[in-house]
């Protein structure tokens, strides 16, 4: 069996690609409101770079848009002049039935103050407003609270910083991610403690108890001569008349950090906050991708590849539900000269997949802990069973008929009809032994992998290709995200091997990167070894000490022997564009992946 990859292609190009967007294609805007909804996306405002006129044409491709703020002309009676200026009302879009509700009855001597550039987001059915602009260009230091079922401003502090669309992006804290337990961002008396995976079988908090825990957190760059990068965790119901905040820039790494972006933008997915933007040098100007990990505060570089190197790429959006950052851009336009007219175009977009990074949502399961409990008792007892599956090794499993019929309805197709030689009940065959046989039906039961013998790799990787083969796509979504959690060295081959059978790019393109990086890393440190030996003339004492010390450098790498024999590839080179070759077997093909 032998696979090749496109040396001119690296691994970044077989999960990126560009595609050309039809339709009413808006015309090149300065300053629009971008939003993505479900799988639409929506251009609100702007002002044309052709003419320089505001528009308030709406392009589209949870229910409802909220739009504050920023520059328009005042309807007001008793206003005439055409002249610019900044706004402070609220209009809310139904996608549904496409019409505009203007909120009239909003208090307003409560109304923060007219503004535009400012930071914006909804959580718990708030819509938090940060910093921005007046029309003559000063900045506001103040953070502003709307309730979206109340119509009302329910909360105003001030801030120490200012904040803009030029230079800021701002994310709200995934609290309900177990994994943010850990994270190092929180000051230790502020970490959460109600936290599950399981968003939907959290206990409800009371809605002041939730509104205590919100937490903002703005990432800023400024200088970009001699870039200042700051992080600040906000929590905005905290505090009388001044915002209580948190300033966690020192926190970051420093081994690989952004560059100044201009116009960032940011949103989370999973716990990693996903900043896009885009950097400009005398030199050399890119759109850039990057992913900040909100538990161990380390950035990395999302690579768009090929698709991002040639053009003008413009504005970043994230799609939490399909791990995927999407860019708006011209393939045939200059940045620069789009970036000094502040620019954005529709005419194209590239879609970066996140999970090869090993950033995505975890899925949304639907039963708690004590249900999955529940329901493996209900499996381990016989007597509430009906019918025996068999497995391929010979053992018979009682179950449910209606339980299997329910959440399995393949099921049906693989009834043996009762035989006394064999059974006095139905039997369902089973195509597997039993260690997968028990763990394919611990999850028809429970929706979940959560049991030791569920999570063991090899039962992982078969799981996922009975989910393929019995079409149960809801196991396929979990396994896969199961096998993202169980990949590291010794199991990388396995998995990558699995993913190419049940064609999950992304975890196959993961798991290559982390075969590849311990290649690299074994020989980087042989070499090292290597010219430490031939640098020296040795006595027999000194000999005898270096092949000591050499043995214990291979010791501690004797876990990446499995890539030596028989070895996966036969040459790589320094970038992510490789030449492999897997061993020969009685089954040979060849596989030459196409980019998207």
């Given at each position: 069996m032998s696979f090749s990859l496109n040396k001119q292609l690296s691994l970044a190009d077989y999960t990126t690609r560009r595609l050309e967007t039809r339709g009413e294609i808006p015309p090149p805007l300065s300053g629009a409101s971008i939003t993505m909804v479900k799988d639409h996306i929506y251009v609100f405002g702007g002002r044309?770079?052709?003419?320089?006129?505001?528009t308030n044409d709406l392009y589209s491709n949870n229910r409802y848009l909220v739009v504050f703020g920023g520059i328009g002309y005042r309807s007001a009676p008793q206003i005439l002049s055409d002249r610019l200026c900044t706004l402070n009302d609220i209009h809310m879009f139904d996608t549904e039935t496409c019409a505009w509700v203007l909120l009239n009855e909003v208090e307003t001597s409560s109304l923060p103050l007219p503004r535009y550039a400012h930071l914006s987001m909804c959580e718990n059915n708030i819509l938090i407003i940060i910093g921005g602009q007046t029309i003559e260009n000063q900045y506001i230091y103040d953070i502003n609270l709307f309730d979206l079922s109340t119509h009302t401003w329910i909360q105003k502090n001030a801030l120490d910083t200012s904040y803009g669309t030029y230079r800021a992006a701002a994310l709200c804290l995934p609290v309900e991610d177990i994994s943010m337990q850990k994270s190092i961002l929180y000051p230790p008396e502020k970490r959460p403690k109600n936290s599950s995976l399981l968003l939907d079988t959290i206990?409800?908090?009371?809605?002041?108890?939730?509104?205590?825990?919100?937490?903002?957190?703005?990432?800023?760059?400024?200088?970009?001569?001699?870039?200042?990068?700051?992080?600040?965790?906000?929590?905005?119901?905290?505090?009388?008349?001044?915002?209580?905040?948190?300033?966690?820039?020192?926190?970051?790494?420093?081994?690989?950090?952004?560059?100044?972006?201009?116009?960032?933008?940011?949103?989370?997915?999973?716990?990693?906050?996903?900043?896009?933007?885009?950097?400009?040098?005398?030199?050399?100007?890119?759109?850039?991708?990057?992913?900040?990990?909100?538990?161990?505060?380390?950035?990395?570089?999302?690579?768009?590849?090929?698709?991002?190197?040639?053009?003008?790429?413009?504005?970043?959006?994230?799609?939490?539900?399909?791990?995927?950052?999407?860019?708006?851009?011209?393939?045939?336009?200059?940045?620069?000269?789009?970036?000094?007219?502040?620019?954005?175009?529709?005419?194209?977009?590239?879609?970066?997949?996140?999970?090869?990074?090993?950033?995505?949502?975890?899925?949304?399961?639907?039963?708690?802990?004590?249900?999955?409990?529940?329901?493996?008792?209900?499996?381990?007892?016989?007597?509430?069973?009906?019918?025996?599956?068999?497995?391929?090794?010979?053992?018979?499993?009682?179950?449910?008929?209606?339980?299997?019929?329910?959440?399995?309805?393949?099921?049906?197709?693989?009834?043996?009809?009762?035989?006394?030689?064999?059974?006095?009940?139905?039997?369902?065959?089973?195509?597997?032994?039993?260690?997968?046989?028990?763990?394919?039906?611990?999850?028809?039961?429970?929706?979940?992998?959560?049991?030791?013998?569920?999570?063991?790799?090899?039962?992982?990787?078969?799981?996922?290709?009975?989910?393929?083969m019995l079409n149960v796509p809801c196991l396929k979504e979990v396994a896969v995200y199961s096998l993202h959690q169980n990949l590291t060295l010794t199991t990388a081959r396995t998995i990558y091997e699995t993913a190419i059978l049940t064609s999950e790019i992304a975890l196959q393109i993961r798991a290559l990167r982390v075969m590849i990086n311990a290649k690299k890393v074994l020989h980087q440190t042989q070499h090292h070894t290597n010219a430490m030996l031939d640098s020296e003339h040795m006595s027999s004492q000194?000999?005898?000490?270096?092949?000591?010390?050499?043995?214990?450098?291979?010791?501690?790498?004797?876990?990446?022997?499995?890539?030596?024999?028989?070895?996966?590839?036969?040459?790589?080179?320094?970038?992510?564009?490789?030449?492999?070759?897997?061993?020969?077997?009685?089954?040979?093909?060849?596989m030459h992946p196409t980019p998207h």
């Open positions: 044309t770079a052709s003419r320089c006129s505001m206990p409800p908090l009371l809605k002041e108890e939730k509104n205590k825990q919100l937490a903002v957190c703005v990432y800023s760059n400024y200088n970009f001569s001699n870039i200042t990068r700051d992080l600040q965790i906000i929590y905005p119901f905290q505090g009388e008349s001044q915002a209580k905040s948190y300033n966690r820039s020192s926190l970051m790494g420093r081994q690989e950090l952004p560059p100044g972006l201009r116009f960032p933008t940011g949103r989370v997915i999973g716990h990693h906050f996903i900043l896009t933007g885009t950097y400009l040098a005398s030199t050399h100007n890119a759109f850039h991708i990057w992913a900040l990990d909100l538990v161990t505060l380390v950035w990395k570089q999302i690579d768009g590849g090929s698709a991002l190197s040639i053009g003008s790429w413009n504005y970043g959006f994230l799609s939490e539900m399909k791990n995927k950052v999407f860019v708006l851009g011209h393939r045939d336009k200059n940045l620069l000269e789009d970036y000094q007219e502040r620019r954005v175009n529709y005419n194209h977009l590239v879609v970066v997949d996140l999970e090869s990074y090993g950033i995505y949502l975890p899925p949304r399961l639907k039963h708690s802990v004590a249900v999955h409990d529940i329901y493996l008792q209900v499996l381990a007892d016989a007597s509430l069973a009906n019918l025996d599956v068999v497995t391929k090794d010979g053992c018979y499993i009682p179950a449910n008929s209606a339980i299997l019929a329910n959440r399995w309805p393949l099921c049906e197709k693989l009834v043996v009809h009762p035989s006394s030689r064999i059974s006095r009940r139905t039997i369902i065959q089973f195509p597997e032994n039993y260690d997968v046989a028990i763990a394919f039906l611990q999850f028809i039961y429970t929706g979940r992998l959560l049991t030791v013998q569920q999570n063991q790799p090899h039962v992982l990787t078969k799981l996922l290709l009975l989910s393929d000194s000999s005898c000490s270096d092949s000591f010390s050499l043995t214990l450098s291979l010791s501690k790498y004797s876990e990446y022997s499995a890539l030596q024999s028989p070895s996966p590839f036969t040459n790589f080179s320094s970038r992510d564009s490789i030449s492999a070759s897997l061993p020969s077997s009685p089954c040979t093909y060849t």
